[in-house]
C-alpha cells in the first residue's frame, strides 16, 4: 500500500476526531449514570429499524417506512440479521460481501472498494463512470445515497440488512425501478451495551469492530462504533520494470459513527455522524487471464501473480451526517425530519490494459497471459457531494386507515477530473467536469385494514429532476471542442397497489403492482471520440405475487413470482473497441422469476435458512447494437451489416439467471450457560454474461463460494472462533475487460483466520 504524508495526516485527523467525539460522550454519560431515563417515551425514529433475534422466524421490516413484521408487508423482502452479517464479514471485506446472500441480489465492482455495482432481478448498470444512474438504491440508515462512491460505506454495527426487490419508487422514490438495500445501523438504546470483536486471518487480514452506547440520563442517549480492516499486499507484480507497486491488493480502510439520540413522550432526535478513511490497492486487472476461445483461465495464470507497468493508487476520504427529528401530535400522528449531507473524495489510478508487455513489441503476442494490445493507465479524482431533506408526516391508525404524506428534496454537485499517463508516466489529459443533479418529490401512501383478513394498500409519488453538465480542460481525440454544456430534465408520476390476505395467523397471500422510474441521464465522456449524451428516463411496471407464512417458531416460508417490463432501460456500452462507456437506451427489457426463502428449526440447536431466486431477463429491441470486442474475442452474438453485435434477444449484463444461498448453525449448550457452535454458509450463482453481446470468453462461469466458523461463547460474553471464507479455493471471474485484451477481474481467495469478540 501507498501511505504519503498527506494520507497519515487525513488518518491522523480522522482518528483525532472521533477520539475527542468519544470523550465528550463518555463524560456526560459518567456524570449522568444515575440519573432517571424518561417514562413512556415516544418510539424515536432511530427505533423503526430494530432487529429481531437471531433465532427469532418472526422477521421485522421497516419496508413500509415504519416496523412491521414481514409476513404482513405485501412486499417481496429479504433479511440479513445481525449474526449472519458478523459471520459473513469475518475476514474483512467490503460491502460486495452481501452478493448472492439473498434471493435475486448480485453486486460487483471494477474498482474494488470503492465503487460497488447492485443488480436484482437482473437489472442494473455495468458503468463505471461516477455519473452513473443505478436503478437499484442504497438506503443507510433513512439516507439514500446517490453517487456508486458513497454507497461503498462499510458495513459494520448494523441490526440489519433488508433487501427490497421491485419498484419502490413512492416511499423511498426515484431511481428505485429494480429495488432498495437497506442498511439499519444499531441504534442507541436505554440500556448501557456494546461490543469488541477482532479476527486475523490469511495475508494478515484484520477485521476489528467496537461499539458503546446506552443512556446518558434527562431522555438521552448515545452510541460510539468503528472499524478497521487491513490487508498486506498480497499480489506480487512480477514487471521488471514500471511505474506500479511492487504488491498490491492490500488497503487499510477505517471508519467510525457517532450517535446521538433523545426521546420523550412528544419528540424525538437522532444526530448520526461518521466518516472513512481508505488507503488502498485499486482493482488489480490481470491481461490475457482467458484463455482464447474459452472462459478457462490462461496459461499461467496465478491469482497471487500480476505484471503491470503503470501507475496504481487509490483512497478515499468520506464524512456525513444526518439528523432525524420526530414530534408527534397527539391524536393525530408524527411528523418526520431527515436532513442529510454526504461527501466523499475519491483518487483512484489504474493500469486498466493489466499487462506490461504488448503486442507492437516483439516477443509479445496477444492472447498471451500478462500482454495487451497497448498501454492503457487512467485515473482521476471525483468529489460528489449530497444534500437531501426529507419530511413526512405518518398519521395514527383511525379505524383501520393510516397514512404517510411527505416531500422531498435532493441536490448533488458532482466534480471530478480524469487524467492518462503515457507509459512513461506522462500526464497526456485532464479533463474537468462540474455535474448539478437536483431532485424534487412529492409522495402519499395509505392503508386501509378493509377486514379483520384484508388489508390494502395504495401510493403515489411525483418526481422532478434537473441535470446540468460542464465538461473543460485537457482532452486526448476529443470528440468536440471543450467546454461543453449539457443539459437534462424531466419529471413522472410512479405508483403502486397491493392487497395482503391472511389466510389465517399463520399463512397470508399478497399482491402488488407498482412503477419505478430511474432520471434522465448525462454521459460526459469526451475521449477515444466520445462526446457528452443524454438518456431518457426509463420507467419501470412490475407485477408480483405470493405466499408467506410461518408456523409457530419452527419454519417460516415465502414465495413469489413477478414480472417486469421496463421501457428505455439504460445500458452502457463498456468498452468494444476502446476504453469507453457510452449510455444507450434499450426498447424493452422484460424480466420474470420465481424467489424463495426458508428459515427452519427442525431442532432446538439447529437453525437453516434457504434462498433461491430464478431470474429469465431478455432485452427486446431490433435496432439496438453494440461494438463488439477489440481485444481478441471468440463472439458468439449475432452481427449486423456494420459488424456490431445485436442486442434483441440477448440477456442482461451480470444477470444470473440462478442464484441460490444457504446456511447451518448449530449449537450445543453447556450446563454452565455457555454454547459450542458452528455456522455454515453458502452462495451460488449461475453462468452470466459480462457485457452486452456474447462472446465465449465472456461468459463467466458459475460460482459457488462457501464459509464455516466454529466458536466458543462463554456465559460471561466472550466468544473464540475459528473461520475460513471461500472454503474450496474457488477462483472466478467476476468481470473482465474487452478493448484490449481478455482482462479479467477475480474474486478473493480462501481466507482462514480466527477471532474474538465480547459483548456486554
Not at 449539457?486 to 413522472?492: I, S
Not at 397491493?498 to 399463520?506: F, L, M, Q, V
Not at 427442525?602 to 433461491?612: K, M, N, Q, Y
Request: glycine share 10%.
Amino acid at each position: 500500500m501507498k501511505s504519503s504524508s498527506a494520507h497519515r495526516s487525513s488518518r491522523y485527523r480522522l482518528s483525532t476526531t472521533l477520539s475527542l467525539l468519544a470523550v465528550a460522550l463518555a463524560l456526560p454519560a459518567a456524570a449522568h449514570a444515575a440519573d432517571t431515563p424518561a417514562a413512556d417515551p415516544m418510539p424515536a425514529p432511530q427505533e423503526e429499524a430494530a432487529p429481531a433475534p437471531a433465532d427469532d422466524l418472526d422477521i421485522i421490516v421497516t419496508a413500509s417506512r415504519r416496523a412491521e413484521s414481514s409476513k404482513d408487508v405485501p412486499i417481496a423482502v429479504s433479511v440479513i440479521s445481525a449474526e449472519k452479517l458478523d459471520v459473513l464479514n469475518s475476514s474483512g471485506l467490503d460491502i460486495r460481501f452481501l452478493s448472492g446472500r439473498t434471493p435475486s441480489l448480485l453486486i460487483e465492482s471494477s474498482f474494488g472498494r470503492t465503487f460497488p455495482r447492485f443488480y436484482i432481478r437482473g437489472l442494473g448498470n455495468t458503468d463505471f463512470d461516477p455519473t452513473s444512474a443505478q436503478p437499484v438504491s442504497v438506503v443507510y440508515d433513512d439516507v439514500a445515497l446517490e453517487n456508486p462512491m458513497l454507497k461503498s460505506f462499510p458495513v459494520f454495527d448494523l441490526a440489519s440488512v433488508e433487501v427490497l426487490r421491485g419498484p419502490q419508487g413512492t416511499l423511498f422514490g426515484r431511481n428505485t425501478p429494480a429495488g432498495v438495500v437497506k442498511l439499519n445501523s444499531v441504534a442507541p438504546s436505554d440500556t448501557f451495551n456494546g461490543y469488541a470483536s477482532a479476527s486475523w486471518a490469511t495475508y494478515n487480514s484484520v477485521n476489528a469492530e467496537a461499539a458503546v452506547g446506552g443512556p446518558i440520563g434527562g431522555g438521552f442517549k448515545f452510541r460510539v462504533s468503528g472499524l478497521l480492516q487491513r490487508r498486506d499486499d498480497w499480489v506480487t507484480n512480477t514487471a521488471p520494470a514500471g511505474l506500479a507497486d511492487r504488491k498490491l491488493e492490500g488497503y487499510r480502510d477505517l471508519a467510525g459513527r457517532v450517535q446521538i439520540g433523545y426521546d420523550d413522550s412528544d419528540f424525538s432526535f437522532l444526530l448520526n455522524i461518521h466518516a472513512r478513511d481508505l488507503d488502498a490497492s485499486p482493482r488489480s486487472f490481470r491481461a490475457g487471464a482467458f484463455r482464447p476461445g474459452s472462459n478457462d483461465f490462461n496459461t499461467g495464470f496465478d491469482i497471487e501473480r500480476i505484471s503491470l507497468d503503470g501507475l496504481t493508487s487509490q483512497t478515499l476520504n468520506a464524512v456525513g451526517a444526518n439528523l432525524k427529528l420526530g414530534y408527534k401530535f397527539g391524536g393525530a400522528g408524527t411528523l418526520h425530519s431527515i436532513t442529510a449531507f454526504e461527501k466523499v473524495k475519491v483518487q483512484s489510478t489504474g493500469d486498466i490494459d493489466g499487462g506490461s508487455c504488448y503486442s507492437f513489441i516483439p516477443g509479445c503476442t496477444l492472447g498471451t497471459i500478462n500482454v495487451g494490445a497497448f498501454p492503457v493507465n487512467t485515473g482521476g479524482t471525483t468529489k460528489p457531494k449530497e444534500f437531501s431533506q426529507e419530511l413526512r408526516f405518518e398519521t395514527e391508525d383511525f379505524n383501520g386507515l393510516r397514512g404517510q404524506i411527505g416531500a422531498y428534496y435532493f441536490h448533488q454537485n458532482l466534480t471530478y477530473n480524469e487524467v492518462a499517463y503515457d507509459g512513461a508516466g506522462t500526464l497526456t489529459q485532464n479533463v474537468l467536469h462540474d455535474n448539478k443533479n437536483e431532485n424534487f418529490g412529492l409522495f402519499a401512501s395509505a392503508e386501509y385494514a378493509a377486514t379483520d383478513a384484508l388489508t390494502l394498500r395504495a401510493g403515489v409519488r411525483y418526481s422532478k429532476d434537473n441535470k446540468t453538465d460542464l465538461v473543460s480542460g485537457l482532452a486526448s481525440f476529443p470528440g468536440k471542442p471543450l467546454p461543453i454544456t449539457t443539459k437534462a430534465k424531466d419529471d413522472n408520476v410512479s405508483w403502486d397497489v397491493s392487497a395482503n390476505y391472511k389466510i389465517d395467523e399463520t399463512v397470508s397471500l399478497y399482491a402488488r403492482f407498482a412503477t419505478g422510474y430511474l432520471g434522465p441521464v448525462i454521459s460526459d465522456r469526451v475521449n477515444f471520440g466520445d462526446f457528452p449524451s443524454t438518456a431518457p428516463k426509463q420507467t419501470t411496471i412490475s407485477g408480483e405475487g405470493g405466499i408467506k407464512t410461518q408456523f409457530s417458531d419452527r419454519v417460516r416460508f415465502d414465495l413469489t413470482g413477478y414480472y417486469y417490463r421496463t421501457k428505455d432501460f439504460l445500458v452502457t456500452a463498456v468498452g468494444g473497441t476502446n476504453n469507453s462507456a457510452q449510455p444507450l437506451t434499450i426498447d424493452r427489457v422484460v424480466g420474470y422469476g420465481l424467489e424463495a426463502e426458508l428459515n427452519a428449526r427442525p431442532i432446538d440447536p439447529l437453525l437453516l435458512t434457504a434462498g433461491l431466486s430464478y431470474n429469465f431477463t431478455e432485452m427486446r429491441d431490433p435496432v439496438q447494437s453494440v461494438a463488439v470486442c477489440g481485444g481478441g474475442c471468440t463472439v458468439t452474438n449475432a452481427l449486423n451489416g456494420a459488424g456490431r453485435a445485436i442486442l434483441d434477444g440477448n440477456d442482461l449484463p451480470q444477470a444470473p439467471r440462478w442464484i441460490a444461498n444457504w446456511t447451518a448453525r448449530y449449537g450445543i449448550p453447556l450446563a454452565d450457560g455457555s454454547e459450542i457452535f458452528a455456522f455454515t454458509d453458502w452462495a451460488y450463482r449461475s453462468e452470466v454474461n459480462y457485457f452486452l453481446y456474447t462472446a465465449r470468453e465472456f461468459r463467466g462461469k458459475s460460482s459457488l463460494e462457501g464459509g464455516l466458523r466454529v466458536g466458543y461463547r462463554m456465559s460471561n460474553g466472550i466468544e473464540v472462533a475459528a473461520f475460513t471464507r471461500n472454503i474450496t479455493n474457488q477462483i472466478r471471474a467476476v468481470s473482465a475487460i474487452d478493448f484490449n485484451n481478455l482482462t479479467a477481474m477475480v474474486n478473493e481467495p480462501r481466507i482462514i483466520g480466527g477471532s474474538a469478540k465480547f459483548s456486554f
